[in-house]
């Protein structure tokens, strides 16, 4: 199935609360988990799997994978803010 730019965009259900969202609406999110037999010799199998989850604006906001931009500049400005006040001053410039 082709990428399509315009019309109707495919429908996708959240995976938290099962609510029918557009593709292109829902926040994608791809968990990776690691499974291995735990044996530190050079039979030591590991096996990565990658599973991508969609979830709806409002339940990808309370699992806090999704926030707003004006939210992201706000924290990102205060965390610049305490940097400035950590590092020291040589030299009092």
Known sequence: MGSKIRGRQRLVNCDSCGRRVPRDKAVS?????VFSTDMKTAD?????????????????????I????????IRRSQRAAQTQQQRPNWGGY
Do not use: I
């Open 66 to 73: 999704y926030e707003k931009k004006k939210e992201q500049a």
């Open 29 to 33: 999110y791809e968990r990776t988990s």
């Open 44 to 64: 030591d199998v590991r096996l990565m799997t990658r599973n991508e989850m969609h979830y709806c604006p409002s339940c990808a906001k309370s699992r806090g």
